[in-house]
């Protein structure tokens, strides 16, 4: 998103809505598509930090918190809101969830245009 924010205050280009639940401070005028008619509509960007099958318990423990520590952190939070990111925190047996989640639903509308899953 931030490289188009600057074409979209500029009128370069037309921003018609941003693709998730809530609006971005970013674009505070720019809609979502439930605003506008289109309900449960999200395809939210979102990055994870994922490590090799079997990592010990403790590396996934340290990391976690290392993450943690780095989201809770007030420069860390500006500098990723300047870039339309909102840091998310949990456990990471919620994070291995989430993709999982993501994966069936973005299955779910690839099945729905009739594409086919190889």
């Known amino acids: ?3 188009l924010v600057s074409h979209i205050k500029a009128g370069n280009l037309k921003a018609l809505a941003v693709l998730q639940p809530q609006r971005t401070p970013l674009l505070p005028d720019v809609p979502t598509p439930g605003e506008q008619g289109i309900r449960g509509f999200d395809a939210t960007a979102w990055m994870g930090l994922f ?4 990592l010990p318990a403790a590396v996934t423990a340290r990391l976690n918190k290392s993450m943690a520590d780095a989201a809770a952190d007030a420069e860390v939070r500006a500098q990723l809101a300047q870039q339309g990111f909102t840091p998310v925190g ?5 994070f291995r969830q989430f993709p999982e989640k993501d994966i ?3 299955a779910e509308v690839v099945k729905a245009t009739g594409a086919t899953i190889d």
């Open 1 to 3: 998103m931030p490289a």
């Open 104 to 106: 069936a639903k973005w």
């Open 51 to 54: 490590g090799p099958a079997n």
């Open 90 to 94: 949990g456990s990471p047996t919620e």
